[in-house]
């Protein structure tokens, strides 16, 4: 079945850096565009970045810009996310997420990893 | 960027009680809007794309209605299991966008 699993995520002091990684099973990888959402704590979800499936595009969210790189490696099924400058306003579980759409970009999440949690903190 | 406003904040409802919740954009999504459902501790899972197609194996007591700016998600009969937090998503522009949610609790 189609699954994602996330690693990488831990405590960080502010101003340092932590990459995140995905790796998928169940479908073809290389064909689909990949998400990562976040959720602080008891709170609501965030869109965070997109890469499309052969890594030509790359959106993010106006708060990570330039602090936050999205990667992929198709040979690997793994997805990354490379987070530097973190600060305490980044503390949230990230989710990567299938990107799905019937037509247009592929900006529908399904399905969703379970999650890790990064907390920034000093 | 466009902001999503989900009403209420809170349902309190019975098992087989009939569930309406709200999501309204700051401007047209058009056809581009998503339900998802979480339950504590786990991933969210997509319920609803483009208004009102149900996904993959999610029943048909689930159902998605709207257009422009004003959309609803409605749960026709409530089971146990439907008690959870539900997020409307726009993929219309970006960035993309979700509401705050929506908690369904049993009264």
């Given at each position: 079945q189609v699954q994602l699993v996330e690693s990488g995520g831990g405590v960080v002091q502010p101003g340092r850096s932590l990459r995140l990684s995905c790796a998928a099973s169940g479908f073809s990888f290389s064909n689909n565009a990949m998400h990562w959402v976040r959720q602080p704590p008891g709170k609501g979800l965030e869109w965070v970045a997109i890469i499309w499936s052969d890594g030509s595009k790359k959106y993010y969210t106006d708060s990570v810009k330039g602090r936050f790189t999205i990667s992929r490696d198709n040979s690997e099924n793994t997805l990354y996310l490379q987070m530097d400058s973190l600060r305490v306003e980044d503390t949230a579980v990230y989710h990567c997420a299938r990107g799905v759409a019937v037509t247009g970009n592929p900006n529908f999440f399904d399905p969703w990893g379970q999650g890790t949690l990064v907390t920034v903190s000093s | 960027e466009i902001v999503l406003t989900q009403s209420p904040a809170t349902l309190?409802?019975?098992?087989?009680?009939?569930?309406?919740?709200?999501?309204?954009?700051?401007?047209?999504?058009?056809?581009?809007?998503?339900?998802?459902?979480?339950k504590?501790?786990?991933?969210?899972?997509?319920?609803?794309?483009?208004?009102?197609?149900?996904?993959?194996?999610?029943?048909?007591?689930?159902?998605?209605?709207?257009?422009?700016?004003?959309?609803?998600?409605?749960?026709?009969?409530?089971?146990?299991?439907?008690?959870?937090?539900?997020?409307?998503?726009?993929?219309?522009?970006?960035?993309?966008?979700f509401g705050g949610g929506t908690k369904v609790e049993i009264k």
């Open positions: - | 309190s409802l019975s098992p087989g009680e009939r569930a309406t919740l709200s999501c309204r954009a700051s401007q047209s999504v058009r056809g581009y809007l998503a339900w998802y459902q979480q504590p501790g786990q991933a969210p899972r997509l319920l609803i794309y483009d208004v009102s197609d149900r996904a993959t194996g999610i029943p048909a007591r689930f159902s998605g209605s709207g257009s422009g700016t004003d959309f609803s998600l409605t749960i026709s009969s409530l089971e146990p299991e439907d008690f959870a937090v539900y997020y409307c998503q726009q993929r219309y522009s970006w960035p993309l966008t």
